[in-house]
C-alpha cells in the first residue's frame, strides 16, 4: 500500500477511460491510399469544328432524284407507247414534179467568169397519210441546184395546215439576178439545160407540227432533199423522185 492509501497498479495495466492515440498507418500504405492526380480535359482549339456527317443525306437526296428521273422516264415512254397504239403517226412524204424554166441565160464576161439570170418554177408536192392527225408546217423554203452545186434559186411559201389524209402542191417561183458564176462552169450548165440534161436538186426547209385533239405540238425543223435526176428525166414523167429526210429531230 502507499502512503495515501491507494492501491498500486499491476504492471501493463491499462485504464479504459484513457483514450488511445490512433495508430498512424505505415509509410507505404499511406502512400497508396492517395489517388494519383488527374489529366485536366483536353479542350479543342476554337477554331476547330468537327466534320458532320453529310454522306446519308447525300446518298438520299441522289436515290430520290434518281427514282423521280427514273419515273419521268418510264411515264414518257408510257405515253409515247399509248399515243402510238391510238393514232400510229406517220411522217409526211415529199415529191419533186415536174419544174419550168421559165427565163435561163449565162452571159459570159471579158474576165473569165459569167453571169446568171433566171426563173424557175418548183413544184413539191406534200402529202400527210395520217387519218387521224393534222400537220402544221412553218415557213417553207425551197430552193434548187444544178450541175457543180450551182444555185439556181430559192422562194418561200408562208406556213400552212394540211388536213388529215391530205395532198398539198407547193408552188414557188425561184429567181436568180446577176449571179456570177465560173465561165466554163456556165457554159457547160447552159448546154446541160438546153439539152435538158441538168441534174437538178431540191431542198426543202420547214418547222413540222402535229394536231391531236385541235391542239398543235412541236415544230420540229426539219430539212428534206429531193431530185438527184436530169430535167429531162423528170419532166417527161419517166421518174418522180421521192425526197428523203436529211435533218429530222424529234421523229
Known amino acids: 500500500m502507499t502512503d495515501n492509501g491507494a492501491l498500486k497498479k499491476p504492471p501493463g495495466y491499462k485504464d479504459s477511460s484513457t483514450p488511445t492515440p490512433p495508430l498512424k498507418p505505415p509509410p507505404q500504405a499511406a502512400a497508396s491510399a492517395v489517388p494519383p492526380p488527374r489529366k485536366p480535359p483536353v479542350v479543342p482549339p476554337s477554331y476547330y469544328k468537327p466534320k458532320k456527317k453529310r454522306r446519308s443525306c447525300c446518298c ?23 399515243f402510238y397504239l391510238l393514232y400510229q403517226p406517220k411522217l409526211p412524204t415529199f415529191v419533186l414534179r415536174p419544174i419550168e424554166l421559165d427565163r435561163f441565160n449565162v452571159t459570159p464576161k471579158p474576165d473569165g467568169t459569167a453571169v446568171l ?11 400527210n397519210p395520217n387519218s387521224k392527225i393534222k400537220i402544221y408546217y412553218g415557213e417553207t ?4 441546184k ?9 422562194a418561200s411559201v408562208g406556213a400552212f395546215e394540211q388536213p388529215t389524209n391530205n395532198v398539198t402542191l407547193l408552188r414557188v ?3 436568180v439576178d446577176k449571179q456570177e458564176v465560173d465561165g466554163a462552169v456556165g457554159k457547160k450548165l447552159m448546154e446541160r439545160v438546153k439539152n435538158k440534161l441538168v441534174v437538178v436538186n431540191a431542198e426543202v426547209k420547214t418547222k413540222i407540227g402535229i394536231g391531236v385533239f385541235n391542239t398543235k405540238f412541236g415544230m420540229i425543223p426539219v430539212e428534206v432533199n429531193c431530185g438527184g435526176v436530169t430535167l429531162k428525166q423528170l419532166n417527161h414523167g419517166n421518174t418522180s423522185p421521192k ?9
Open 60 to 82: 438520299r437526296c441522289c436515290c430520290c432524284f434518281l427514282c423521280i428521273i427514273l419515273f419521268l422516264i418510264v411515264l414518257i415512254l408510257a405515253f409515247v407507247g399509248i
Open 117 to 127: 439570170n433566171s426563173q424557175i418554177t418548183i413544184r413539191v408536192e406534200v402529202k
Open 146 to 154: 444544178g450541175d457543180e452545186e450551182t444555185q439556181l434559186g430559192s
Open 243 to 251: 425526197c428523203s429526210f436529211n435533218s429530222l429531230w424529234g421523229w
Open 141 to 144: 423554203e425551197v430552193s434548187l
Open 173 to 175: 417561183t425561184a429567181k
